[in-house]
T-cell receptor, first 108, second 112 residues
């Protein structure tokens, strides 16, 4: 089956620092999303980005589908950015598979 | 409105109990999903309904029984669960056809 690997698995940042999270996938995909899972388990949509670059405030994402990876950039990190970040890919129609996740801790 | 609502938020059940999880969306989405998430792991796909028909069953044990009564509702019936089935159960929906998926806040299930 399709493999979706995220790096790094864990990340600790000082408040105000920038970071880049990576999502690698093993096969061509039709869809890619980034989520932030808060401590209560809620998955919050960050980006729907099958290809190209998008920005939303301090966050931006880039997907290079031909090279099978996506990047999530977090700038000027805040403590509220803490949590687990997942990418999820849609390999075949209506089959979303999650990456391994990056656990981010932002310390004041 | 991009809301998917799951009830209950928390559920504790015995191994001989029968219970149901409920998921509702009013976005007109045609695909609905159940995922299971264990602690410190990514969500794992269980079932997919497309146009109210079960289209994907990821080899889930029969003690989990999904049901889609209409295009807005998705249920997961639970019977004779084991303690290892304790997890966060997430529901999601999408328009289908490679579109954005939205998740509910989950039901945290504990089997005792």
């Amino acid at each position: 089956g399709i493999q979706v690997e995220q790096s790094p698995p864990d990340l600790i940042l000082q408040e105000g620092a920038n970071s880049t999270l990576r999502c690698n996938f093993s096969d061509s995909v039709n869809n890619l999303q980034w989520f932030h899972q808060n401590p209560w388990g809620q998955l919050i949509n960050l980006f729907y980005i099958p290809s190209g670059t998008k920005q939303n405030g301090r966050l931006s994402a880039t997907t290079v589908a031909t090279e099978r990876y996506s990047l999530l950039y977090i700038s000027s990190s805040q403590t509220t950015d803490s949590g687990v970040y997942f990418c999820a890919v849609e390999f075949l129609s209506n089959q979303f598979y999650f990456g391994t996740g990056t656990s981010l801790t932002v310390i004041p | 409105d991009t809301e998917v609502t799951q009830t209950p938020k928390h559920l504790v059940m015995g191994m001989t109990n029968k219970k149901s999880l409920k998921c509702e969306q009013h976005m007109g989405h045609r695909a609905m999903y159940w995922y299971k998430q264990k602690a410190k792991k990514p969500p794992e796909l269980m079932f997919v309904y497309s146009y109210e028909k079960l289209s994907i069953n990821e080899s889930v044990p029969s003690r989990f029984s999904p049901e889609c009564p209409n295009s807005s509702l998705l249920n997961l019936h639970l019977h004779a669960l084991q303690p290892e089935d304790s997890a966060l159960y997430l529901c999601a929906s999408s328009q289908g056809g490679h579109s954005e998926a939205f998740f509910g806040q989950g039901t945290r299930l504990t089997v005792v």
